[in-house]
């Protein structure tokens, strides 16, 4: 068995690594800076580094991991390629009227995400499918070909989104003009709504098909350059990337379906914080190492997501590029599966300031790396985050010394003073720890609220601290959330690209098709699972490959128009509608508080998971390369100030490298590492895990 | 300086509670949408969900919804406690009425409330509101009753739940009086469950905060509201702003005319409608509940758009409007289409409000389309269901209106593929119609057109509920209107107001009017003339035409 497998994170700043060596058992982790107009220029420098510490040669490298944030900048920053939309006749702007509505009920003048589709590329096709999957009119080969021709004459665009009326439930018009523009083309790119999103709601699929098209041409460039160089350095084993569902797919494949990758990154990230709980299962302590919340908050957003019995939730819908203050409704939604996450505009580099409430607000706005918070000095006048942070003594002026940032905390103070103390008539004091506890309360409501909605109860769960700017604030969340156990990983700085190898390769498959639970059979659950898996490439190989095939299926009562999720499973015994009705029942209860006896159930939407059974890779009872031995365990003591004003505290700083499995470490504590600061206040005892994980138990608390 | 504020609260800890309340009426509005039966509420948005402490003190509602609730339900709590008392209440209590004088002006939405009790005391309520498929009475959804009790039956105050125990009376009653009963029923239950998680919602805020009541932290709430309001009423130029507006009539009367008086001081806005026309025995009559909604909606938007809404928000407001005139028309005069004449109190106001408050206020927008029709599927299932088109949305003084988006109420049409699949009738066209946008410095937003087919088998009933066929959506400060609606079935233009129906094959056309612009069109950038017409918004002739100055140029 060849002796490496490499893992790569491209995020918007920093390319992270962890190369696994086998013959060793140790894990080199690294970091570049990201290169964004060529990604893979970071990757192949990143590689380089690796190599010189581990003797890493691509011949002895047998699998490429991969996550990256390539199309998420491109729909953000709106730098896709241009696409000919085509579309069935009669609804030219289905793209552009979205919703209707208005997203923010009091405020009227609001913003809405801008289109995606070129109103001078748009092809219009009479063609139709009814609502029951009938065919009405079959499209005309001759008008479609030379309407297109035409068009890819005058403009050389050679890249297609075909969008149909009600092709989730008959493709056959989307399919045979896909075939018309190959013949014709056959190096064009064309994404086809229901091969990409076969879910009903027009504008909701014919949007994610848009954000397919639209980013197709990019990844391809970039899939196609990327396996060049890892050609040319020796490289010829497996490449996969992470889809926004947590399962791993082939370059191929991602390259025909790039809108699964829009949470790529965060996905792997989630997978990590599986990985990271399970490793701790047998450190004594009161939460549960299969159901995890995993946090992570970065310099302008936070983001969290449940695992419950070692799974994801998978969600059939997201929403992206936001645009109106992180509300639901402002942004492109995308029929994707995806592991159910949320986002909030909170970060380090979030601004805080007097609110038209009169209340203390931060975020969603950001300082951003440039001219970022007050205390960098470098113009930024607005109080974030940071500065609050620093004001309160939980940040010291060399924490910023290793990012080569000359921080000031009296500039920290006096932005803390002027934006939020002085029109809020506060302490400056009392203002920085009360954006503190905004940023605390803003996260852990954020965390409720989605918990309602998949009807968890979180209060056993173990919640794993990532990112540079979640752990001053973790333990305060997990009060207010009643949460006992709350982890920090060693090498959080590059835990996605860890996330990496935990993951098991394969595909999530979704159909809309509308069955009466009552009048479905077990074989007919069976006939309609195993059609999907056949239909599908990807799939049936996994499968002949003796993968798992899972089954989820969205439900709802007969004329309701939300799904519910209800996980079945693999076990095909459980395919019995009665067993079925049990399981939607008790996931209703669990989430609304009530069943409807008397009304029938539907099933929806099918989602079919084939996977491998096992990770890609394990890294259980692997050395760090990078730790080192000896130094001093404490570096000093730091005043903090407490909830109120005139209670401060002399807090221990500690560092992390120096700490070694099985020490305690009693708080109240700092404790500093590379990236990121830990704070333990006094009653939640932390301890170091043999996996040098830190392990805090708030069960201790008063 | 001082660092208590309203007991033992300071202004962070009220604001970190307050954004709490919030996300709770939040819940409550997710769990209503995704546990709702009708179209209405699940597709269209027509609910709305509210929160109040134990001295029904307004408190929070839903980021979703329509306004025109929100605006009801401090007015909807007040009348349900008149006619049951607080002192009558237990826990697992709850309450439904669909009379349109205490809850939101017609018959056709059931208002359910709950009171939230904590160690034995009530402490906060639940208010939920939904659009019911069908409440009995004759033809159903529309404007054409000529007295209340034809629209339907009203339903005083009644405990639906009785100690957690449902009242099989209730129920009997509306399997007896309506339609559609999975469909009511369901939706009935589903405002019951989204009332649930709002009560579960701040009993857990409670014990969290070791709380015994959440009074201390709605003053605090209402404290800070009240001097954010205060301070912003400063800016706003003070006096008595008059306008009057002409709206579409109906039953042989050309045009009703709707008139106020806005007088804005430091303790707000106060309105007088003294002037507007009088009621008409038809169903298109406002209650001044729902006229006040409208007023709150106003006053919010133009001075207080970021905070959320509360009661100390809408005690800035006052009004008066005489008996019976249009917008405070008394029982037993038809409700039923209120809203067509109840949602111009909007712009009336922004009219009469244009030269005070010139970059807060919205050009005209094209107001809602709506059609209620009742037939049966191929599926076989009868559906009563209403479909709406927004029509474009006004300009302001520095953005464009939106295309198809709806102002000032908030319904949303829903997809073609769902209503296809829900009522068996076929859209032939739903797209933008170019041209329709009142031009502007800042222009109207585009209508867009719309043709269904009735594809049932069968016969299938409309009533239509709209307006500005002939009177326009005007534009603001030298802005131009926007274009007219036009209805047709099967090519025949048709009133908006109109009873149908439509044979098998029968076509619904419209199209939708554009909102107004708002500054004089010869200021209009020629970027974004340029954009424009890249995206198919305006054609070359209509450029000319409407901004000929810039066309030269282009």
């Known amino acids: ?702 | 300086m001082t660092e208590t504020f309203a007991g033992h609260f300071d202004a962070v800890d009220i604001g970190i509670l307050w954004s709490r309340i919030v996300s709770i009426a939040d819940e409550m509005a997710s769990a209503l949408v995704r546990t709702s039966f009708s179209t209405m509420v699940r597709e269209s948005g027509d609910f709305s969900v509210m929160l109040f402490d134990g001295q029904a003190r307004f408190l929070a509602q839903g980021a979703v919804g329509v306004p025109s609730f929100t605006g009801t339900g401090p007015s909807t709590i007040k009348g349900i406690l008149d006619i049951i008392p607080a002192s009558d209440l237990r826990d697992g209590d709850v309450v439904i009425t669909n009379d349109p004088w205490i809850g939101t002006g017609h018959v056709y939405d059931i208002n359910v409330l709950k009171p939230v009790f904590h160690k034995g005391r009530i402490v906060g309520y639940c208010l939920t509101v939904s659009h019911l498929a069908d409440v009995g009475g004759g033809p159903g959804y529309g404007a054409d009753a000529r007295d209340v009790y034809e629209e339907g039956f009203s339903l005083p105050p009644i405990k639906l739940f009785q100690e957690g125990v449902l009242n099989s009376f209730v129920v009997d009653f509306f399997k007896r009086n309506v339609r559609f009963e999975d469909l009511v029923l369901g939706d009935l239950y589903s405002n019951v469950a989204s009332c649930n998680v709002g009560a579960q919602g701040l009993c857990d805020i409670l014990a969290e905060y070791a709380l015994d009541d959440v009074a201390e932290v709605a003053d605090g709430i209402f404290a800070l509201t009240h001097s954010a309001i205060t301070e912003q009423l400063k800016t706003v130029p003070k006096g008595t702003f008059e306008a009057v507006l002409p709206v579409e009539g109906v039953n042989g009367v050309p045009e009703i005319r709707l008139q106020v008086a806005v007088t804005v001081d430091e303790g707000g806005f106060h309105y007088d409608f003294t002037g507007t026309g009088p009621i008409v025995n038809r169903g298109v009559n406002v209650p001044i509940c729902y006229t006040r909604a409208y007023c709150y909606f106003c006053f919010k938007v133009l001075v207080a758009p970021d905070i959320p809404n509360n009661q100390a928000v809408i005690d800035f407001v006052t009004l008066a409007a005489p008996d019976n005139c249009i917008l405070n028309a008394l029982r037993p005069n038809p409700t039923g289409a209120r809203h067509i004449f109840g949602h111009y109190v909007a712009p009336l106001v922004f009219g009469a409000l244009a030269e005070a408050l010139p970059g807060e206020v919205q050009a005209d927008s094209g107001m809602i389309f709506q059609v209620n029709l009742r037939g049966r599927s191929q599926l076989g299932r009868d559906f009563s269901y209403i479909y709406f088109t927004p029509g474009g949305y006004g300009a302001f003084s520095d953005l464009d209106g939106r295309s198809a988006l709806p102002g000032p109420s908030n319904m949303i049409g829903g997809p073609v593929e769902v209503w296809e699949e829900d009522t068996g009738c076929f859209f032939l066209r739903k797209e933008l119609l170019p041209d329709t946008g009142g031009a502007g410095e800042f222009q109207g937003g585009n209508g867009q057109i719309f043709a269904l087919r009735n594809d049932t088998g069968r016969v299938v009933n409309g009533a239509f509920m709209a307006s500005r066929t002939r009177l326009a959506a005007r534009g603001f400060r030298g802005g131009s209107p926007g274009a007219h609606r036009r209805i047709a079935v099967d090519g025949v233009l048709t009133d908006p107001k109109a009873r149908v129906e439509l044979a098998p094959g029968a076509v619904i056309e419209v199209e939708d009017s554009g909102g107004g612009g708002f500054g004089d069109p010869a200021a209009r950038s020629p970027e974004r003339i340029r954009s424009d017409l890249r995206r198919g918004l305006v054609s070359r002739d209509w450029v000319d035409r409407n901004y000929p100055a810039q066309a030269r140029d282009l």
Not at chain 1, 114 to 130: G, I, M, N, T
Not at chain 1, 287 to 312: I, Q, S
Not at chain 1, 536 to 549: D, K, M, P, Q, Y
Request: glycine share 10%; proline share 4%; net charge negative.
């Open chain 1, 1 to 702: 068995m060849p002796r490496f497998a490499l893992s790569v994170d491209i995020g918007g700043t920093f390319t992270d690594f962890v190369l696994q060596d086998r013959e060793r058992r140790m894990v080199f982790t690294d970091k570049v800076l990201t290169t964004p107009n060529a990604p893979e220029q970071a990757i192949f420098a990143g590689m380089d580094l690796l190599a010189e510490r581990s003797g890493l040669t691509p011949a002895s490298c047998d699998l490429f991991l991969h996550a990256t944030t390539i199309i998420t900048n491109a729909v953000i920053e709106r730098k896709g390629r241009d696409f000919i939309f085509v579309y069935t006749e009669g609804f030219r702007t289905t793209l552009e009227t979205g919703r209707e509505h208005r997203y923010d009920l009091t405020n009227l003048k609001l913003r809405f995400p801008e289109p995606l589709a070129r109103d001078d590329l748009k092809v219009s096709v009479a063609e139709r499918v009814s609502a029951l999957g009938e065919i009405v009119q079959f499209p005309s080969c001759e008008t479609v070909v030379s309407d297109i021709e035409r068009l890819v004459a005058q403009t050389g665009v050679k890249n297609f989104a075909v969008c149909f009326l009600h092709s989730y439930r008959n493709a056959a018009n989307e399919e045979a003009v896909r075939d018309w523009i190959l013949d014709r083309f056959p190096d064009a790119y064309v994404s086809m709504s229901a091969g990409v999103a076969p879910a009903q709601r027009e504008y909701e699929r014919w949007t994610t098909c848009a954000v397919n098209a639209y980013t197709m041409p990019i990844l391809a460039d970039y899939v196609r350059r990327l396996e060049g160089g890892l050609a040319e350095r020796g490289f010829r084993d497996r490449g996969l990337m992470m889809t926004s569902s947590g399962l791993p797919l082939s370059f191929d494949h991602c390259v025909r379906y790039p809108v699964r990758l829009i949470e790529s990154g965060p996905a792997a990230g989630v997978l990590a914080a599986r990985a990271i709980a399970a490793r701790n299962a047998d450190v004594d302590g009161a939460g549960d190492a299969a159901n995890v919340l995993a946090y992570d908050m970065g310099g302008t957003t936070a983001k969290g997501a449940f695992l419950t019995a070692g799974e994801v939730h998978v969600q059939s819908a997201l929403e992206v590029d936001r645009v109106g203050a992180f509300k639901v409704g402002s942004g492109l939604p995308l029929m994707i599966p995806a592991i159910d996450l949320i986002e909030i505009g909170a970060g380090g580099g979030s601004i805080a300031r007097m609110d038209e409430r009169g209340a203390i607000a931060v975020g969603p706005r950001s300082a951003g790396a440039d001219p970022g918070p007050a205390c960098y000095g470098r113009g930024g006048e607005q109080a974030t985050l940071t500065d609050a942070n620093l004001v309160l003594g939980l940040l010291s002026e060399a924490n910023f010394r290793n990012s080569g940032i000359e921080a000031s905390a009296a500039l920290a103070r006096e932005a803390v003073e002027r934006n939020v103390a002085r029109p809020l008539g506060i302490s400056t004091d009392r203002a920085a720890r009360g954006i503190h506890n905004t940023v605390n309360e803003n996260v852990a409501r954020a965390f409720r609220v989605h918990a309602a909605e998949l009807g968890i109860d979180y209060r056993r769960y173990t919640l794993v601290s990532t990112g540079g700017s979640s752990s001053l604030h973790t333990i305060a969340i997990a009060r207010i959330l009643n949460i006992r156990r709350v982890i920090f990983p060693f090498g959080a700085g590059v835990s996605s690209a860890f996330g990496l190898f935990t993951g098991r390769e394969g595909i999530a498959l979704q159909k809309t098709r509308l069955v009466r639970l009552d009048r479905a059979t077990r074989d007919d659950v069976v006939a309609q699972v195993d059609g999907m898996v056949a239909g599908e490439r990807v799939a049936s190989a996994l499968a002949a490959g003796g993968g798992t095939i899972s089954l989820t299926l969205g439900m709802r009562y007969e004329r309701q128009g939300y799904e519910t999720a209800v996980k079945i499973g693999p076990d095909r015994t459980l395919f019995e509608p009665a067993a079925i009705h049990r399981a939607f029942e008790g996931e209703y209860r669990k989430i609304f508080g009530l069943t409807f006896p008397d009304h029938a159930i539907e099933i929806v939407n099918w989602t079919v998971e084939v996977s491998q059974g096992a990770a890609l890779s394990e890294l259980e009872g692997y050395r760090y390369e990078n730790v080192r031995e000896g130094g001093a365990r404490e570096k000093g003591v730091r005043t903090v100030l407490g909830e109120r004003a005139g209670r401060a505290l002399a807090v221990p700083v500690l560092d992390r490298y120096a700490l070694r499995p099985g020490e305690v470490i009693a708080g109240p504590a700092l404790v500093e590492e590379n990236d990121t600061t830990i704070y333990i206040p006094a009653g939640s005892p932390a301890v170091v895990a043999p996996s040098l994980d830190l392990i805090a138990d708030l069960e201790a608390q008063p």
